[in-house]
């Protein structure tokens, strides 16, 4: 591993039986987990220098509303005091950005989410912990999740978890997912691919809907 720690450690995965294909289905939705204000705002406590996936997230969500893609978008929101957030609000006290009447569980504008796309409001990691969610997609005929948003380590990687083990095809979208460093964001990118979920680049995934949309 001394040459290339990277490579030689995906060679081992690889020899191990992990990092298969599983592909995207037939029915894909888009979900955007958790992109809001607090993440993107250098005043906010929970800043996470993660403004460069706005834009391709932003090009996702076009494309697949355009292609007739369920568009989800994910928010935390808690009681004033936590009362609804359980030890996980108790972990980590910085969730108090995210009681009712504060700004930062806020969208920006270019992602404000439009009339014909799903909204999802969650108190734990995972967007399918305690919601509708895994009712809403089974009921539209999703048969994959195409996962992008902050942060990789946390709630992407919750929420890839629990897809895959519902019986969804997920997909996380390499440049459109964010943390707060590129370690973990590194280090789970690796995990999710070697265990639960296939890799794209927005650019891959946005050349298949243009070219389903065009049709």
Known sequence: MADHPSGALAADYERAGFGGEIGMGRAPALLVVDLVRAYLDPDCSLYAGVEHIVEPVTHLADAARHAGVPVVFTYVHYRAGGADGGWFYRKVPA???FEAGSPWGDPPAELAPQPTDLTVTKQYPSAFAGTSLAAVLTSLGVDSVVVTGVSTSGCVRATVVDAI???LRPIVVSDAVG????GPHEANLFDMRTKYADLR??????????????E
Do not use: F, K, M, V
Request: glycine share 4%; net charge negative; proline share 4%.
């Open 95 to 97: 969730l108090r950005l």
């Open 165 to 167: 083990s519902l019986g």
């Open 179 to 182: 943390d707060r460093d590129p």
């Open 201 to 214: 680049t927005s650019e891959q995934l946005l050349a298949t809907w243009r070219a389903e949309s065009s």
